[in-house]
């Protein structure tokens, strides 16, 4: 059975930075395209980067290019959330969420990943 733990979550000022790390165990790391998804809130859950299974495509919402990157580690079976400038809209649990059979063109949608993790919460004070 896949798992997927997040952890590197917390508080931190505005400006400040974290590194998220989600850790999959029971699956095959690199098949998986990997991608971190954030829920406020009162909000929908939605989409903020995803990483490909092959090769080093990465993609981010608009709100958090430039300060976020994604990376991963397949020989750790790890993925990452570098996450710098954070600003107070940016808190919400962090969720890693992967799968073996995106499409690519729909890497951004929640509904194509079957493991998720149970989440990290991330607080930005201004």
């Known amino acids: 059975q896949v798992q997927l733990v997040e952890s590197g979550g917390g508080l931190v000022q505005a400006g400040g930075s974290l590194r998220l790390s989600c850790l999959v165990s029971?699956?095959?790391?690199?098949?998986?395209?990997m991608a971190w998804f954030r829920q406020a809130p009162g909000k929908e859950r939605e989409f903020v980067a995803v990483?490909?299974?092959?090769?080093?495509?990465?993609y981010y919402r608009d709100s958090v290019k430039d300060r976020f990157t994604i990376s991963r580690d397949n020989a750790k079976n790890t993925l990452y959330l570098q996450m710098n400038s954070l600003k107070p809209e940016d808190t919400a649990v962090y969720y890693c969420?992967?799968?073996?059979?995106?499409?690519?063109?729909?890497?951004?949608?929640?509904?194509?990943?079957?493991?998720w993790g149970q989440g990290t919460q991330v607080t930005v004070s201004s």
């Open positions: 969420a992967a799968d073996g059979m995106v499409v690519w063109m729909s890497a951004s949608k929640y509904e194509e990943y079957d493991y």
């Open positions: 990483h490909s299974r092959f090769g080093s495509l990465r």
């Open positions: 029971g699956g095959t790391f690199d098949t998986y395209t």
